[in-house]
Each structure stands twice: as structure tokens, then as C-alpha cells.
């Protein structure tokens, strides 16, 4: 089979899964971006993907600062809205800067301090407080015992603007384990714009395996790799 063909049938089908699961939770599916998720991917794979009129508003997103270096100027020309999805340590913060529009995986007001301080004059960062939700060792994220008073201080520092909140759901088979999840951030950020940060209303959550769950739940981004690209190959 022809690989950029696969690659547009697949993007299809994940946008109709999330049609149908926007449809079926009763919400707009204009209300649900796409991001893919394009790390241990070559530059000129993503560019031809990201090129597809199949993935048209679709965003990227890489989860290593080495690979978004790496990349950034093989795909500088590409007009679309790269997003950081990893942890950032404070040594790449420049780099991240450099080639992210957004950073998602904010955990810590320590970080959010540092990219404030690095946000060049008159320009704007945004960002998203990752919470792990799951509670699983192995993810990152603030605790959602902390995430509100995290995020109302990032949102108050100043060259940030916080968009919303991201999480990496429970890894298990059980449906109603993973949606609760899910629904605690939508309900961090519901509780988030009472405090008065009205800019975050993004809910990045769901992938691949999961993406229906987190429509439900009320999904702004979704970030998919695996169900575009097919497995990745361990580096
Ligand atoms: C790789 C990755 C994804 C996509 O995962 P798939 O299961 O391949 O869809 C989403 N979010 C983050 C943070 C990732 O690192």
C-alpha cells in the first residue's frame, strides 16, 4: 500500500472518530482540535503529512526539546501550530521558546517563573498546566490537589498566558477509570475560570486508544500518533 495514502485514510479516520464522538457527547466537533503527536518521526514524514489537505487545522506536537530543535528549521516554512507536549527541563528553555508556540506540559511554578522571564518583551507564551490525573508514578504533571492554585499563579506571571490544562490518562482497559480522569480536569478547569482565568478553556487529553473517552469528557485537543503514523519504532 501506497504510505501516504495510509497516512490519509488514517487521518480521516480519526477525524470522523472524533466527529462521531463530538456528536455523540452533543458537542460541535469545530470544538475539538487534533494534534499529532510526531516524535521519533523524520522532518519530511511530518511535512508530508502535515501538508495533506487531510490534515488540514490539524496542529504537531513533539514531547523531547531535542527533537523539536532537531526538526524546527527543516519545517520552519510550515504554518502550523507546533505545541511542546513533553517535559521541559529549565536547561532548554530557550530552545523550547525558540520552537514551540506553546507549551503544554507546565508543572511546576518554578517553570512557569523561567519562561517568563525568558518571553521576549511584548510578545505573549502560551501555555497549559499538565496535571496527572491518574496519579501513575511514571507520569508527569502537578497533582490535581494543586493544579488550580498552579494554575492561577502561572496565569498571573507575566508573558504567560494559560490556555488550559493537559493530562495523559490513565493507562487501563477500564473505560469509566479513564473517564473519571478526564473528568477532573475538565473540572480543574471549570473551577480554574471561576477564579477569573477566563483564556483557559483548553482541555488537552485523549490519544489514540482513547480519544472517545475524552470527547466525552469534553476534549478541546486531542493528540494522536500511533492512530496516524502507526507504531513508532523504539529509538
Ligand atoms: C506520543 C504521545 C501522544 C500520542 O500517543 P498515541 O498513543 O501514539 O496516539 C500523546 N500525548 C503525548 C504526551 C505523547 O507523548
Same mark, same amino acid.
Given at each position: 500500500?501506497?504510505?501516504?495514502?495510509?497516512?490519509?485514510?488514517?487521518?480521516?479516520?480519526?477525524?470522523? %472518530?472524533?466527529?462521531?464522538?463530538?456528536?455523540? /457527547? #452533543?458537542?460541535?466537533?469545530?470544538?475539538?482540535?487534533?494534534?499529532?503527536?510526531?516524535?521519533?518521526?523524520?522532518?519530511?514524514? *511530518?511535512?508530508?503529512?502535515?501538508?495533506?489537505? $487531510?490534515?488540514?487545522?490539524?496542529?504537531?506536537?513533539?514531547?523531547?526539546?531535542? $527533537?523539536?530543535? /532537531?526538526?524546527?528549521?527543516? @519545517?520552519?516554512?510550515?504554518?502550523? &501550530?507546533?505545541? @511542546? *507536549?513533553?517535559?521541559?527541563?529549565?536547561?532548554?528553555?530557550?530552545?523550547?521558546?525558540?520552537?514551540? #508556540?506553546?507549551?503544554?506540559?507546565?508543572?511546576?511554578? =518554578?517553570?512557569?517563573? %523561567?519562561?517568563?522571564?525568558?518571553?521576549?518583551?511584548?510578545?505573549?507564551?502560551?501555555?497549559?498546566?499538565?496535571?496527572?490525573?491518574?496519579?501513575?508514578?511514571?507520569?508527569?504533571?502537578?497533582?490535581? &490537589?494543586?493544579?488550580?492554585?498552579?494554575?492561577?499563579?502561572?496565569?498571573?506571571?507575566?508573558?504567560? %498566558?494559560?490556555?488550559?490544562?493537559?493530562?495523559?490518562?490513565?493507562?487501563?482497559?477500564?473505560?469509566?477509570?479513564?473517564?473519571?480522569?478526564?473528568?477532573?480536569?475538565? =473540572? *480543574? %478547569?471549570?473551577?480554574?475560570? /471561576?477564579? #477569573?482565568?477566563?483564556?483557559?478553556? $483548553?482541555?488537552?487529553?485523549?490519544?489514540?486508544? =482513547?480519544?472517545?473517552?475524552?470527547?466525552?469528557?469534553?476534549?478541546?485537543?486531542?493528540?494522536?500518533?500511533?492512530?496516524?503514523? #502507526?507504531?513508532?519504532?523504539?529509538?
Amino acid at each position: 500500500m501506497n504510505q501516504t495514502s495510509t497516512v490519509a485514510q488514517r487521518l480521516t479516520a480519526v477525524r470522523e %472518530r472524533v466527529e462521531s464522538a463530538a456528536h455523540a /457527547a #452533543g458537542r460541535s466537533p469545530d470544538d475539538v482540535r487534533v494534534l499529532l503527536a510526531t516524535k521519533t518521526l523524520d522532518a519530511d514524514v *511530518i511535512r508530508t503529512a502535515l501538508e495533506l489537505p $487531510e490534515a488540514a487545522g490539524m496542529l504537531r506536537g513533539e514531547n523531547r526539546v531535542q $527533537e523539536l530543535v /532537531a526538526k524546527g528549521p527543516a @519545517l520552519a516554512d510550515l504554518t502550523v &501550530e507546533t505545541h @511542546l *507536549i513533553g517535559p521541559l527541563q529549565s536547561n532548554k528553555v530557550n530552545a523550547a521558546l525558540r520552537w514551540a #508556540g506553546c507549551i503544554e506540559s507546565v508543572a511546576s511554578v =518554578d517553570l512557569g517563573r %523561567r519562561l517568563s522571564e525568558r518571553v521576549p518583551a511584548g510578545s505573549t507564551l502560551d501555555v497549559m498546566v499538565q496535571v496527572n490525573v491518574s496519579g501513575e508514578p511514571t507520569k508527569h504533571g502537578v497533582v490535581p &490537589e494543586d493544579a488550580l492554585d498552579l494554575a492561577v499563579q502561572i496565569a498571573g506571571l507575566p508573558g504567560l %498566558r494559560l490556555l488550559g490544562f493537559m493530562t495523559v490518562g490513565a493507562n487501563s482497559p477500564e473505560a469509566d477509570l479513564v473517564r473519571t480522569g478526564y473528568a477532573r480536569l475538565a =473540572d *480543574i %478547569r471549570d473551577r480554574t475560570i /471561576a477564579e #477569573g482565568v477566563a483564556t483557559a478553556t $483548553e482541555l488537552s487529553m485523549g490519544m489514540s486508544g =482513547d480519544l472517545e473517552l475524552a470527547v466525552a469528557e469534553g476534549a478541546t485537543l486531542v493528540r494522536v500518533g500511533t492512530a496516524v503514523f #502507526g507504531p513508532r519504532q523504539v529509538r
